[in-house]
C-alpha cells in the first residue's frame, strides 16, 4: 500500500487517509484507493430520496482495469471523477461561496477534462482505443 498525501491542507483533508492498495497495472496505474478517516452516518446528504441511509467509514474508487473491448467496464474513468468535480465547482461558482480561486480550480479541471476527451478522440481515430495498444 501507497498512502498520498498531497490533499492534506485543512483539518478536514488531514483526517481523510488515502492509500492506493493494489500493485500498478501494465500502464504504470493503480486501480484501487482506499479513503478511510470520515463517517457518512453524520453527513445530512447520507439518505437518498428513496430512504437508502449510506453510513460506512471507508470508501473504495475502482477504476477501468483493463481493456474495456476485452473486459468491459469495470471501474470508474478520470473523466467520470472530473465530471463530479466539475458538476460541484460549477454549482459553486453559481452560488454564494464563488470566488476566483474556485474559477481558476474550475477552469483547471475543465482543461483537462478537455485534454482526456481529446486523448480518447485521437485513440478512436486510430482505432486502438479501449485496447492496450499505444
Known amino acids: 500500500m501507497r498512502e498520498l498525501t498531497s ?5 478536514a483533508n488531514d ?4 492509500e492506493a492498495t493494489d500493485e500498478p497495472g501494465s500502464g504504470g496505474a493503480h486501480h484501487r484507493y482506499e479513503i478511510t478517516g470520515f463517517d457518512t452516518s453524520v453527513n445530512p446528504s447520507s439518505k437518498d430520496a428513496a430512504g437508502y441511509v ?3 467509514s471507508r ?3 475502482l477504476f477501468q482495469n483493463g481493456p474495456i473491448a476485452e473486459v468491459g467496464v469495470n471501474g470508474i474513468t478520470h473523466e467520470a471523477l ?4 466539475i458538476d460541484r465547482m460549477e454549482c459553486f461558482q453559481a452560488g454564494p461561496y464563488a470566488n476566483d480561486d474556485n474559477r481558476i480550480a474550475l477552469s483547471h479541471m475543465l482543461a483537462a477534462q478537455n ?3 481529446a486523448r480518447t478522440l485521437k ?3 486510430r482505432g486502438v482505443e479501449g485496447t492496450h495498444k499505444v
Open 59 to 61: 470508501h473504495i474508487l
Open 7 to 11: 490533499h492534506k491542507v485543512n483539518p
Open 54 to 56: 449510506s453510513s460506512y
Open 82 to 85: 472530473l465530471a463530479i468535480l
Open 115 to 117: 485534454a482526456l476527451h
Open 15 to 18: 483526517k481523510l487517509k488515502i
Open 123 to 125: 485513440r478512436m481515430e
